[in-house]
């Protein structure tokens, strides 16, 4: 009888362990209970790729490396299926033991339910990963995108010799928010970007949430002769403020190991800081979100910070929490006139919905910000783009010739994670340059105009007009046909006198944006209700309108068309508006007409796009 006991009990754990171990090439797979396998790698290969089904809730992965746990990172593991894989890189760990601990955000009824899911199916190693054309569609050609993964704002932006720095909030596991990583690339023209390997990982004090970076030239921190300092936040149970220090040119970067740096009694995050000539101190901007205000830090050593004054409590746009702050001077009209400019970029609380870029104009004094009145004596709320999408927009430290070169996050917090796209979610904008200008109504303006590295992307021109009448009848032109439409279009409208002038962007499947000048009005329209796919949020067609800050009836326009997203800069920038499409099929032909008379047009060219 015992001994029949004993064989009941070994057939049955063999069972058992049939039923929780299976494999897959150089994977060892067991299954622990209904929510917890654990996976072993056993053989060969540089990437662990995992299968990814995005409306799943994360797994928790526990990534233990001879027993200890190196990193935890949440996947949203495919069950019924795989929408995609994302690649985990085990080549850090070369030679030691990895056992990734994965917990399942749900229960499963059995063992076996949990065996049968995709994920343990399409589990596999390999050694190269091919990222190539395989979103062609919408993946942007003269854009910064992530290779694969999900992005957020664009962080921690440097140039030194010659090098664009990009470093940019990054899920590489995921094409939803999650596992906050920086990701980097290098430009040297603002055009074509270089894929870095990653250069801030999650660690013990939480997810790498947005920052800045600045070359120490006076080696204040100690870090030696001109060393790249980023400031960013440790996002765990709370949020503070750490320091990194880079010695190769921010391709990798030390951690501080006695992080935090800063700490509060309250959420603030997005360090922004800068060395104050005037002042021989470091100037630190720091987002007090849910208090809607900015406070403002100094320090002569990047290390010590002390609180000297805040500014927003009450003041401009305030519906959603004040984020990624940056604060600079600009000279006002090209004259030796110095303002300084705080960005407060919103989310949500945008003119248009969700997120924004607001910026506020005033002076600076090393210590406290001041911002202009209007002539009622209030503090105007001022928007850098009036698109829907750009956000999170700073501006690169140490840019050649004293420019104020800044990158927004080309997408939405409204819509972002629901956009039309799944191996890679969002790009950037095109860089422009900022600068001041004195408006119409008196008060000073900030406008972004295209960088001036962008007229490098222009080829051929497939059409120009020195000169032509634009009437109720309209004229077409055709959008290159190469690389799906994209291109750049400008030229220099009069609309005098006319009721409107009316752009429109279309495809033949009835795809289009609608873009109307009212010159009586003063107001540009971007419409992008039937632009392509819409319906993946309720958020997303809409008509967004600017002011034209213009008093002639007159504007000239640069509009860049790339696979999904159109970004208008009138005026020399002192209106923009970026906003992402999704056409069905690309769009091929502009129109042009007028309303209530006749309008004209001069030096206007459609060109099309360089692609290397
Ligand atoms: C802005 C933001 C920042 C934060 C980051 C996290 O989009 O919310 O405030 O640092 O995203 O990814």
Known sequence: MKYQLRKFIMSAAATLSALSLSAADGIEINHLGVNNTLLRITGEGRYLMLPVQESNDDARINVLVDGKIAETIYVRLAHTRTDFMVPFDLEQYKGKNVTFD???PHSRSSVREAKGEACWKNISLTDSVTWTDREPDYRPVFHHAPLYGWMNDPNGM??????????YQWNPYGSKWQNMT???????????WKHEPVALRPDGLGSIFSGSSVIDHNNTAGFGEDAVVALYTSAGTSQMQSLAYSNDNGMSFTKLASNPILTLESEARDPNFFWNEQTGEWNLTLAHALEHEMLFFTSPDLKH?????????GEGAQDGVWECPDLFPLHVDGTDKVKW????????????GGSAVQYFIGDWDGKTFTADTDADGNIPTKWLDYGKDNYALVTWSDAPDNRRTAIGWMSNWEYAAEVPTSQFRSANTLPRDLSLFTAPDGLIYASSAPSPELLALRDRAVKTVKKAAVSPKGVTYSLPAENGGICEISGNFDAAGVDSLMITIFNKVGNRVVLTYDPAKRTFSFDRNRSGKECFSDSFATTTVSPTFETDGKISLRIFVDRSSIELFGNDGRFVMTNLVFPIEPYTNIEIKSFGGNASLSDFAIYSIKTN
Not at 158 to 167: A, I, M
């Open 182 to 192: 920086w990701g980097h690339a290098t430009s040297t023209d603002l055009i074509n």
């Open 158 to 167: 440097f140039y030194k010799d010659g090098v664009w720095h990009l470093y």
């Open 102 to 104: 994965i917990v399942q």
């Open 341 to 352: 400019m705080l960005v407060c970029n919103i989310n949500p609380g945008g003119p248009f």
């Open 305 to 313: 910070w002390t609180l000297r004054s805040s500014f927003g409590k």
